[in-house]
């Protein structure tokens, strides 16, 4: 047989396609009239919040590459311009869908349900008056209207804020003839207001700010005459940029670059579709953008603003029923969790099971006396952490505290930079990683004093230590006292805080050493065990798929007859059902109430499976640009709980599952008319909660 070139760029998906795809998939959630409606409004704002960091920072990179001449195609094949043009026609396409989603579907939905956003076309009377009341008393001393002549250019405008371009006919009071000005919105007044209910029609009628604003611009303008007042937001590059090597300090540094992401390179526009053709490409000229950066649209110019509407109408039938995170067996009714975990290790699936014996480990740590150190890492916590409240306690109490943030977390980093001031004030030890790479991993350490000996105990995640996620995302978490993972953990703080070489760790595999060869190694074990006559199996979860040697890995072991299964919930470059090549290869994307956020690794290994949890996508990045680890679960009850309930449940999954194509696209699945219905998160919900 001629040998294949597993290199050929047409055996790769485009990443930033399938990331187009992944918001697709997300905003035909909001479509779906099985999940309750304010859910699925819900899932519109995520689509559209989802694009926007798309734009701020994978087609912002794009365009990077093309001003810098870097014409390296990706596995793929496609270059720079390739991609933005492909990308340019599917972004178009999802706002189109976006915005029809919204005005056909979900208006006319909530309408039904009393839920009404009133235009200003249609306000009563008294609707009117109270909306005037309104403006003079919350808009109009706050807002500045900025007119546009040679003495006032154009204003520098903030990443994603809402702005409104006016035009106007006549002379002010200084006899200035200026045809246009500009409206910024300050971001500290809803994008809603609720109209009250003696004056409304239903049991909720809102009118935008957008709407409030169109109705009394003229007065902003003495003596002129306003002729039109068109919304427009402009997408920015919020990357940053900082030269580790070249830096002394590395907060230091951040903080002086935060303010700047406001004012990136400019990289979308978006307006009202009734903006005239002229005021749009006066608005392009300004930022230096071309017309396929032009998104007019059918409403909001930024759809995330309707997230509020699920806070605001309380109207328990159309939201997803609440349910109570339950405790594993092994915490019911304990006391001493010390004592618990000593008894054996207690695996807990968020956000299934509480995310509270975590925030109690640590809170008996810093209480306990006969503990003398904790160490932990923090990636994303939240503004007000339960978890980093008691880390002030402990290092307050005296206690060896030792904290690694990564002040880099993307659109975290001015949170992270508080906690970080927060943690050294109290007396905390705080590092910021290693340069060059993104502590990424997710690691808590209690070293405590038990008679004659030194204990480890250790948490560790395949989430944020962040108790608002872990009820919205599913991850999972162990806590141990087993001595060799605490040893490698241990020595993992070591590499995170000290200098020296790396020692060799004997149950975790990390990142940026030993996670992407073990990976491949146990893959590669996959083949042989098949050409010796065993079956070989690989199962495997993820949010993105991406790196380039483990798909070709893949594709040998499918080749050799591997049955590999794959739940990617984003990103997959990897194409499956290629015949010769990728013939043993599934891949299906779940997705409903909860993010899909866990990262589980099973391999056969010939009738002596190994489960692997970890923080790390399969990506470039999380290989060789971060600190990460996996870790085995090795008590075979709570493997074969994670085998069940994070990988074979998602496999037969029928009601929220889709299956990646060859080409590429995504089918939904559907339950065969004689096939049991089955969804893997609401039979999780049934198992596992109160």
């Not at 006549?170 to 500290?188: C, L, N, Y």
């Not at 975590?358 to 006969?370: G, L, Y």
């Not at 989430?463 to 141990?480: E, P, W």
Request: charged residues 25%; hydrophobic residues 40%.
């Amino acid at each position: 047989m001629t040998e294949i070139d597993l290199t050929n760029p047409e055996l790769y998906l485009n990443r930033e396609l399938s990331l187009l795809a992944f918001n697709q998939r997300v905003l035909e959630l909001a479509r779906q009239d099985t999940i309750p409606l304010l859910e699925r409004l819900r899932f519109l704002c995520i689509s559209s919040t989802n694009l926007d960091e798309f734009f701020e920072v994978r087609v912002a990179g794009l365009k990077q590459q093309l001003q810098l001449g870097v014409n390296t195609p990706g596995p793929d094949g496609l270059s720079a311009a390739e991609q933005l043009a492909r990308v340019g026609q599917l972004a178009h396409a999802l706002v189109d869908d976006q915005y029809t989603t919204l005005n056909d579907i979900l208006i006319p939905a909530l309408a039904e349900q009393n839920i009404h956003f009133v235009r200003r076309t249609h306000w009563s009377d008294e609707q009117a008056a109270w909306v005037k009341d309104f403006f003079d008393r919350e808009l109009l001393p706050v807002l500045s209207p900025l007119g546009l002549d040679p003495a006032h250019p154009f204003p520098r405008i903030l990443n994603k804020s809402l702005n409104f371009i006016v035009t106007l006919e006549g002379k002010d009071a200084f006899g200035r003839e200026s045809r246009m000005a500009v409206v910024q919105a300050p971001r500290s007044l809803p994008r809603l207001a609720r109209l009250p209910r003696e004056i409304a029609k239903g049991d909720y009628d809102f009118v935008f700010l957008s709407s409030i604003l169109h109705a009394h611009v003229g007065e902003l303008f003495q003596g002129m005459t306003v002729t039109g007042c068109y919304q427009f937001r402009l997408t920015r590059n919020s990357d940053l940029f900082v030269h580790e090597e070249e830096i002394d300090d590395l907060l230091m540094a951040l903080e002086g670059e935060l303010p700047q992401r406001n004012y990136g390179e400019a990289v979308r526009l978006e307006v009202a579709d009734n903006c005239p053709t002229k005021v749009a490409e006066f608005l392009l000229r300004q930022f230096k953008l071309g017309q396929d950066d032009l998104y007019q649209v059918n409403g909001l110019v930024n759809l995330n603003r309707l997230m509020a509407v699920h806070e605001l109408v309380e109207r328990p039938d159309l939201k997803f029923p609440p349910f109570v995170p339950a405790l594993p067996p092994a915490l019911t009714g304990a006391s001493d969790l010390f004592h618990t975990i000593r008894r054996g290790d207690v695996l807990l699936h968020h956000p299934y099971q509480s995310f509270v014996p975590v925030v109690e480990f640590m809170r008996q740590a810093a209480r306990d006396p006969d503990v003398l150190a904790i160490k932990q890492t923090l990636y994303r916590t939240g503004v007000r952490s339960q978890l980093v409240d008691i880390l002030v306690q402990a290092a307050q109490a005296g206690k060896e505290v030792t904290v690694v943030i990564e002040l880099r977390a993307r659109f975290d980093e001015e949170a992270n930079i508080q906690l970080a001031n927060r943690l050294q004030d109290a007396g905390a030890h705080v590092t910021y990683g290693v340069v060059g790479y993104k502590t990424h991993a997710k690691l808590a350490m209690v070293v405590r004093r038990e008679k004659d000996r030194i204990r480890r105990y250790v948490h560790l995640g395949t989430g944020n230590y962040h108790a608002g996620t872990a009820r919205a995302y599913t991850d999972f978490g162990l806590l141990t006292v087993n001595k060799v993972i605490g040893e490698d953990v241990h020595k993992v703080f070591q590499q995170l805080t000290g200098l020296g070489k790396v020692s060799k760790l004997k149950k975790l595999l990390q990142a940026p050493f030993t996670l992407h060869s073990g990976m491949l190694e146990r893959i590669e074990r996959e083949i042989e065990h098949v050409r010796s006559g065993k079956p070989g199996q690989v199962l495997a979860r993820m949010n993105s798929l991406i790196e380039p040697k483990l798909i070709q890995a893949m594709y040998r072991a499918s080749q050799a007859g591997v049955r590999i299964d794959l739940v990617v919930r984003g990103v997959c470059c990897l194409r499956p059902g290629v015949p010769g090549i990728s013939d043993n290869i599934r891949v299906r994307s779940v997705m409903g109430r909860f993010l899909e956020h866990s990262r589980v690794f099973y391999f056969q290994n010939g009738g002596e499976p190994e489960i692997f949890l970890s923080s790390a996508d399969w990506m470039p990045r999380n290989f060789f640009r971060r600190v990460e680890v996996a870790f085995p679960v090795e008590v075979p009850e709570l493997r074969d709980r994670v085998l069940q309930e994070s990988l074979l449940a998602y496999t037969s999954d029928n009601t929220q599952a889709w299956a990646l194509q060859q080409d590429g696209s995504y089918r939904r699945l559907k339950a065969a008319s004689n096939h049991k219905r089955r969804s893997a998160q609401d039979e999780l919900l049934g198992k596992l909660t109160s």
